[in-house]
């Protein structure tokens, strides 16, 4: 385990007393600019972060745990906060939720935030990229717990709860080939960095394993979110050989690829086949309901929750994979006569 610095290392090392120190980082205009430098080397050197709580917890262990998801404005993960939430407080925790915007690069700064809380554990959507993996390293080895879920990032050593997101994609491909469809894109197209999601790769394997392929035009890398699905949906439609189908990979996703498909005056599933992960309420009450990969938030939340309070009380807590139900609505139906690309 990492040792954690504290203030009077700081001042050791600064060759200050410890309240020149803490002036150095509350009121830095009192000090002398050689003195502020010398304690800004010493908090580099030493990798020193202050305790926002202002040592609150000095009687015991902290009853708090932070939760980063991806976006606030995902009725996914908002869902799942709110069920985590009560399972925590049930216990007697304390949730504490940021969002890191599926980008690990901010995501450090949050983690920084939650560990100037002291919090005991944190619960995480990993965003994508490599920037907070040394910090991730860094917090575990001052003793806060890891636990992640969604996604789970490849070679990853801490627990995560995930989708059986192979499944979910090959169930979706499977029924829309099901009822004829051979042309069909997915709203986003694997890349290591910007969108390295199990379901956007495991979707071009999925249409060669029943004899499909996905035309270069179909494949666009986009971030995960209702605007770029509303985009690239308008796009594929203006295609002079424009999918049968699309599979939304989250569900604002849907909520996007529904917006351009009826912008755009095409009908579903006359028009368009259109499936979407997440059983949101929108998708039931609109004309036609959507068919939908429904995912166990609950169960994933609570399990999350229980999983942290356990590595919190010293004991092992193992992965799981979690399957998704498809929902089959009335937005699919078998292919009929392709659309001219028209305006909306």
């Known amino acids: 385990m990492f040792p954690v610095a504290t203030i009077q290392d700081v001042a050791r090392l600064a060759g200050v007393s410890p309240t020149t120190a803490k002036r150095a ?7 002398s600019p050689e003195t502020l430098a010398r ?4 908090v580099q050197t030493l990798e020193y972060e202050p305790d926002q709580r202002a040592g609150s917890l000095r009687g015991g262990q902290s009853r708090t745990v932070g939760l980063i998801v991806a976006s606030v404005v995902e009725p996914f993960f908002a869902e799942f906060a709110r069920v985590a939430g009560r399972t925590l407080a049930a216990a007697g925790y304390t949730l504490i939720i940021s969002e890191n915007e599926y980008s690990a690069a901010r ?26 993996r040394d910090y991730l390293r860094r917090l575990a080895g001052r003793g806060v717990h890891l636990l992640e879920f969604d996604y789970v990032p490849p070679g990853s050593p801490y627990p995560g709860l995930m989708l059986d997101n192979e499944r979910a994609m090959e169930e979706a491909v499977r029924h829309l080939h099901g009822l004829g469809h051979e042309r069909i894109a997915a709203l986003g197209t694997y890349h290591p960095q910007i969108h390295p999601e199990t379901r956007s790769k495991a979707f071009p394997q999925i249409m ?4 499909l392929t996905v035309p270069a035009e179909y ?5 995960l979110t209702e605007e770029t699905a509303y985009r690239l949906t308008h796009e594929l439609m203006a295609l002079s050989t424009p999918p049968t189908a699309i599979i939304a990979l989250t569900g604002t996703g849907g909520i996007g690829a529904f917006r351009a498909i009826r912008e755009r005056g095409w009908r579903i599933p006359d028009d368009l086949s259109l499936v979407t992960f997440d059983n949101y309420p929108w998708t039931s009450l609109v004309t036609p309901p959507i068919t939908v990969l429904e995912q166990p938030v609950g169960e994933m939340a609570v399990s999350a929750a229980r999983g942290m309070i356990s590595l919190i009380s010293g004991e092992a807590v193992s992965s799981r994979v979690f399957p998704a139900k498809l929902i089959s609505r009335l937005s699919c139906a078998p292919p009929r006569a392709v659309p001219s690309s028209r305006a909306g």
């Open 39 to 42: 304690v800004r080397a010493a």
């Open 219 to 223: 494949q666009r890398v986009t971030l």
């Open 25 to 31: 980082l509350r009121e830095p205009d009192k000090l």
């Open 107 to 132: 995501e450090v700064t949050e983690l920084q935030r939650l560990y100037g809380q002291r919090v005991a554990g944190i619960i995480l959507r990993p965003g994508y990229g490599d920037e907070s």
């Open 208 to 211: 060669a394993g029943l004899g």
